[in-house]
């Protein structure tokens, strides 16, 4: 793989051996001493045009992980706060040595013009409303064990129905998440008021509906999305109340859920507004387990862009440490 | 100065024969003497100079993109004699001064005649009428006006200028858009790939809806209307409406919109953005029918250069590129 631009970049072999292989990096966040040694000698670099704490930190922390060499740039304090171009800025960074350039921007589209300008790997962290590739990536990996905890014996996501709650038309989050879950043989529902449906429904793979009622007794996992707060005052519902009556996961929808679906949210939440606490803490609830998975599946996306050069097999926490 | 004597042109519909250029006139080729240069136009048709009913000429105030002489000087390569000029300059052309000294660097500098467009609120600011009569009555002598970039919303405004022009024939070219449905972010058609990028978008709805209002308005005015590159199969359905009810309305078409549709932008390659966006295939199959029945009266090409570096911009903050009729005719010149 050379880029990770969209989720649609996954087919059901690569995402699975991302998933196999981020299982093995899991075991390294046990480990008193979390270091591979599979991207030494290699440099990313973060550019984070957006704030970001997790998203960031486990770029940061899995790239540190596998021994490669981390920078960190962030938009606020350097030159891109001074009104550089983004083509500017990036040839600056790729003209020191990058390898990878994990990439996030306020723009949808900006990795992948990236990609028109240098010829290190990009790797989409998150744009505009576009997609977050890695976010479907941690999210699909934390409900493939899961649903193989729960049910071992039946397929991971054959059969499947998994619900996206909240403001898709704005979430990266969503778009990246109906493609992949789409790719591993999950049945989606997207539901939302309709001023928060994308446009052109009719061609995305999944369900569009405004019931959430209707839809929560059918899911194996539900995904909650954050309400972002310029959304509240763009008109797209009247107020947050009725959001939240609505749409929100509350104490009380939370009985009419199947024993054992999962409840997910990508962060940071809002709670309260579109998840109840009781909701967020519940013991179904899979909202750590996420962030928890973010660093091992990252590992592994960057492993798959940096590591597979060399025709070695991917390492393995177990042979690094016994 | 030599006479030119050009053989064998197809007269677009009126069979074939020589033209003779005297001192840049033209003359009966019968007169031609033997001193003369000649070319050969087999296979190759005659038309009358063209008229660009829409180009930005940037000067005054953004010569490091365009000016009169280099504008004017590309559209002649294409075939046009003259070109109005739009308003969105710096300054605004929004005073008699204003559309005397375009008109003045068009008579100075232009390969092709310049008329200055006025206009149609102070500083394109939607809010008050500019001095549409003296710019009118001024040496300029302005009779279209456009607030073209900015879209007039205010009913009342639009109103007002549609009555205010009929006092000396003016007509007012309308950049359809309403900005409460078209943000200053938007980026492309709002559709299926807007939805599946993420980008925000143009709804068709935008322009036809205010179409639909000015035309309305001038039926009530009983003033005319021209509307500025039409993108819609929507305000295709609204023109054939008024037309329809002999309504004063004109239209024109981009060339762009004409010949590219909104797949170009699944790259989020930033040549296509443009404003008004392109449009899905059927929306460009109704245009090209509109054009072709007379619904739609005009090509005009929106010329409107941008610096090459608001192009290393992701899309969002990139200013809208339009049709150039310079970088097609250098190119076409060549063998």
Redesign the interface.
Known sequence: MQHLLSAADLDLASATEIFDVAEEMSLLQGRPVKKLPALRGRTVVNLFFEDSTRTRSSFEIAGKWLSADVINVSAKGSSLSKGE????TVLTVAAMGVDALVIR??????P??VTQWIDAHVLNAG?????HPTQALLDAFTLRRHFRQTAPTLGDFEGKTIAIVGDI??S?VA?SNVLLLNTLGADVIMVAPPTLW???????PARFCTDLDEVLPLVDAVMMLRVQRERMSGGYFPTPREYTIGYGLTSQRLEMLKVGAAICHPGPMNRGLEISAEAADAANSLILEQVAAGVAVRMSVLYSLLGGADDTPPPTARESFE | MTDILITGADWLGDGRGDLLVRNGVLSDPATAGSDIERFDADGLIALPGLVDLHTHLRQPGREDTETVASGTAAAARGGYTAVLAMANTTPVTDTAEAAEHVAELGRRDGVAQVVPVGAVSKGLEGAELAELGLMARSPAGVRVFSDDGRCVSDARLMRRALEYVRAFDGVIAQHAQDPRLAGSDACCHEGTISGRLGLPGWPAAAESTIVARDVQLVQLTRSRLHVCHVSTAETVDVLRWAKNRDIAVTAEVAPHHLLLTTDEVLDYDPTYKVNPPLRPAEDVAELRLALADGTIDAVATDHAPHAATTRNMPSRRRRSACSDWRQRSRSSSKP
């Open positions: 171009s983004l083509r500017d921007h306020h723009a949808s589209g900006a992948r013009q744009d505009g409303t576009h997609e038309t704005h990266r778009r994308p446009s052109g429904v009719d061609s995305w």
